[in-house]
């Protein structure tokens, strides 16, 4: 899935690909070994503008529950006490910006709503690939500081768990009909 077309003729509207894409994390725990994650379920969708990259957004959803560190108390724990999914069952971005940095470059910036608080990030993404001008692939991420938000436990996680948490990106996306 490699075949470069130009961006022009990727404007449309698009929809994320699930078995495709992945939306991980990697958080700093003590004695610097890193927690690796991601998010199993999510929908979302862009729409892209070649000509004028100002004019695409991007929307997604991600089921909060869904977080898979392959620990199940370490997930049962995100989930409870961290994210507190029975009262913010999701995790929302959605596009207030598009800016093309050049080449295959791009900062998407947006609100990041998690556990009800809503805060603007830059997510950088770069095109890695065409499929004809009907599927896109982006990878890219952000690192947040996850205090911001009030992702956190208690005292004790505040020191053993760095409060930066990297967002890992791997978009796949078709073109809708």
Same mark, same amino acid.
Request: avoid cysteine; aromatic fraction near 6%.
């Given at each position: 899935?490699? =075949?470069?077309? @130009?961006?022009?003729?990727?404007? #449309?509207?698009? !929809?994320?690909?699930? $078995?495709?894409?992945?939306?991980? &994390? !990697? ?11 991601? &998010? ?16 695409? #957004? ?6 909060? $529950? ?15 006490? &961290? ?9 929302? &971005?959605?596009?207030? #910006? /598009?800016?093309?940095?050049? #080449? @295959?470059?791009?900062? !998407? ?8 608080? =809503?805060?603007? /990030? ?19 991420? !952000? +690192? ?6 009030? /992702?956190?436990?208690?005292?004790? +996680? ?6 930066? /948490? ?12």
């Amino acid at each position: 899935m490699t =075949t470069m077309t @130009t961006l022009s003729a990727l404007t #449309g509207d698009y !929809v994320l690909d699930p $078995a495709r894409t992945r939306i991980g &994390f !990697v958080a700093k725990h003590t004695l610097a070994t890193r927690v690796r994650g991601r &998010f199993e379920e999510f929908e979302g969708g862009a729409h892209l503008d070649g000509d004028d990259p100002s004019r695409s #957004g991007v929307r997604l959803t991600i089921r909060a $529950a869904s977080i898979d560190t392959g620990n199940r108390r370490r997930d049962d724990q995100l989930r409870d006490m &961290f994210l507190h999914v029975a009262d913010h069952p999701t995790l929302t &971005f959605t596009s207030t #910006g /598009v800016r093309h940095l050049g #080449g @295959t470059g791009f900062a !998407v910036t947006g609100a990041l709503t998690i556990r009800g608080v =809503t805060k603007p /990030v830059t997510v950088n993404l770069e095109l890695t690939g065409t499929r004809g001008e009907s599927e896109v692939s982006f990878t890219g991420g !952000v +690192t947040l500081d996850r205090n911001d938000w009030g /992702v956190n436990a208690n005292a004790a +996680t505040r020191v053993m768990v760095s409060p930066k /948490v990297a967002l890992e990106l791997d978009v796949a996306a078709i073109r809708r009909a």
